[in-house]
């Protein structure tokens, strides 16, 4: 069970932060992603971070304005969101994986486990 959570509407420029929290088990050995996913449009990759070595992937529109951690104690991974543009406005989802190889961490058919998602609204 992952549970997201951090959506809001905000305005051009602003900032948000979104949760993805565990309950039953933990992320380790896991690779977390962030998708997006646009009224008509594919879910595509956002940002993704594997659990154990920290290593962090980013789709090129992302790089420098969002980032993606994770908190061992809290079992927890954040997407910071920066800079907001309205092309950012989706639903974001949470997913996770086990054993995805670095050429599959774009794909989100490569994990298994996915949360409710959660509405980025970006608009003036």
């Known amino acids: 069970q992952l549970q997201a959570c951090g959506g809001g509407t905000v305005q051009p420029g602003d900032s948000l932060r979104l949760s993805c929290a565990t309950s039953?088990?933990?992320?380790?050995?896991?690779?977390v992603g962030w998708f997006r996913q646009a009224p008509g449009k594919e879910r595509d990759f956002v940002a993704a971070?594997?659990?154990?070595?920290?290593?962090?992937y980013y789709e090129d529109s992302v790089k420098g304005r969002f980032t993606i951690s994770r908190d061992n104690a809290e079992n927890t991974v954040y997407l910071q969101l920066n800079s907001l543009k309205p092309e950012d406005t989706a639903v974001y989802y949470c997913?996770?994986?086990?054993?995805?190889?670095?050429?599959?961490?774009?794909?989100?058919?490569?994990?298994?486990?996915w949360g409710q998602g959660t509405q980025v609204t970006v608009s003036s």
């Open positions: 971070i594997r659990w154990s070595s920290r290593t962090t």
């Open positions: 039953g088990r933990t992320f380790s050995a896991y690779t």
């Open positions: 997913a996770a994986g086990r054993g995805i190889i670095t050429s599959a961490t774009y794909n989100h058919r490569s994990y298994a486990a």
